[in-house]
């Protein structure tokens, strides 16, 4: 069965940090590459960031520099550690393999504001 639960989130301040979490259950974390999308208010999900089984990451241009990603494989977590944010990166969290399956977990909620 799969499970995706991300936890993290919170509100925070322009300029502020948050690291987000994604605990998957084996079947989806161990075979694949994994990643963080979000939906904001009225718009689409997007993809933010991936990792591959060996590390190799990489990042949409809207959080370059300010957004890193992290595995661990042994706690089949993936982690998102968001710095600089901004009021343009609330929205809600999820993560999911690349390219995501069909299940996609609760999410976590960011909101960046002063």
């Known amino acids: 069965q799969v499970q995706l639960v991300e936890s993290g989130g919170g509100l925070v301040q322009p300029g502020g940090s948050l690291r987000l979490s994604c605990a998957a259950s084996?079947?989806?974390?161990?075979?694949?590459?994994m990643g963080w999308y979000r939906q904001a208010p009225g718009k689409q999900r997007e993809w933010v960031s991936s990792i591959t089984r060996d590390g190799r990451t990489q990042f949409a241009d809207s959080v370059k520099g300010r957004f890193t990603i992290s595995r661990d494989n042994a706690k089949n977590t993936v982690y998102l550690q968001m710095n600089s944010l901004k009021p343009e990166d609330t929205a809600v969290y999820y993560c999911n393999k690349i390219p995501p399956g069909s299940y996609w977990g609760q999410g976590t909620q960011v909101t960046v504001s002063s």
């Open positions: 084996g079947s989806v974390f161990s075979i694949n590459h």
